[in-house]
């Protein structure tokens, strides 16, 4: 019999209902469909190990073209790469300087994140411990303050809340110490089925893959790098959505993958960098920037969805792409490593299924 994580209803803000109590369901006049927003990385500029290294204007502007978008949205998440830190703190040790990266945002920046439009937070990365216990800690008590959703943490694995009628679960998934694991399958799948119990609308991030340029196929196989087990995207996306997912939001190559449909719920394998300022690699296709809309209908069932194309050069934020690069990248891949996905991908990036399937 599979088990949740040891304590699990103890260590989170909002205990897990007793299975004696009935899923919640959306009133009659609530709405018939919703729409649900991911984009990928988020690291508005890092003051370590120098202010030098923040953007102009405190990064209040990065933002600013994605955020009608966000905005527009039911639920709006993204992967926050770092932690929130005004203060010092003990920065980790790396045995390879010449792959390390380290990133602490000034506390402030969260309201960016939340004025944007952003709801919802991933903080299972190989950048939630860049600071330790202590950055992990701050990092949390900062997205509380602001109102800001998050999950990852083994202290904080899941989260559930209610917006217009609609009950939302979340949980999030990574390869690294201190996150709810992406190899661990059977602790995965007992948590999303019993979150999926207790919402309308379950939400599952992975921060999974190997990373760069040579890594943006899916290999349906488990991936490593840098001698570590960073997962099989693949079959990850599945397990989740058989025990309750309604979505799949991807992360962590740092570049664009496929996108696909899996009984009628949406997955994005890698949405790439979104807004990572600063020493973040957005030469070519790491520049491209998604925003990926998804509508849903209250089951979470994919209805119709657009690949909103925005791209990154050095020294500013996510920029409207009138190429369109980021969806045509991601159709060409969807074609080659997903032949048989019943998503159809245009130029401009909308999506629908192949099918007339209903």
């Not at 919703?34 to 984009?39: A, F, S, T």
């Not at 991933?122 to 411990?129: K, L, P």
């Not at 159709?331 to 998503?343: G, H, N, Q, V, Y």
Request: proline share 4%; with cysteine.
């Amino acid at each position: 019999m599979l088990t949740l994580l040891p304590g699990l209803s103890a260590i989170h803000d909002e205990p897990m209902p007793s299975s004696s109590i009935k899923k919640v369901v959306v009133s009659p006049q609530g709405k018939d469909t919703l729409l649900l927003v991911g984009v990928g990385d988020l690291m508005l500029g890092s003051n370590y190990p120098s202010v030098s290294l923040l953007p102009p204007h405190e990064g209040r502007d990065l933002l600013q073209e994605a955020a009608p978008l966000l905005q527009a949205a039911d639920i709006a998440f993204g992967n926050l790469e770092g932690v929130l830190m005004t203060g010092k703190g003990t920065a980790k040790h790396c045995n390879d300087e010449k792959y390390c990266y380290v990133f602490k945002s000034p506390d402030h920046y969260a309201k960016h994140l939340k004025n944007a439009g952003l709801d919802v937070l991933s903080i299972a990365n190989n950048h939630t411990g860049d600071f330790g216990q202590k950055g992990r800690e701050h990092t949390v008590q900062v997205l509380k303050n602001e109102g800001l959703y998050f999950a990852g943490h083994l202290e904080h694995p899941y989260r559930l809340f209610e917006k217009e009628g609609v009950r939302y679960g979340f949980c999030a998934f990574a390869p690294n110490t201190g996150t709810l694991s992406v190899n661990d399958s059977a602790r995965a799948v007992a948590l999303i089925s019993k979150l999926k119990d207790s919402c309308d609308i379950l939400m599952v991030s992975m921060h999974i893959g190997a990373e760069g340029t040579k890594y943006n196929h899916i290999t349906r196989q488990r991936e490593n790098f840098l001698g570590e087990n960073r997962g099989d995207p693949y079959h990850f996306a599945r397990l989740a959505i058989d025990a309750g997912a309604d979505i799949v939001w991807g992360h962590g190559p740092h570049v664009v993958r496929a996108v696909d449909l899996y009984k009628d719920r949406f997955i994005a394998y890698s949405m790439g960098n979104f807004a990572t300022y600063g020493t973040i690699n957005v030469n070519g296709i790491n520049g491209y920037a998604p925003l990926i809309a998804i509508e849903t209908d209250r089951e979470g069932k994919f209805i119709t969805g657009r690949i909103h194309s925005f791209i990154q050069q050095k020294g500013s934020g996510p920029q409207q792409d009138s190429l369109h690069r980021a969806a045509l990248e991601i159709k060409r891949l969807t074609a080659i490593d997903l032949p048989e996905s019943e998503l159809a991908i245009d130029s401009l990036g909308k999506m629908k299924r192949k099918s007339s399937k209903k």
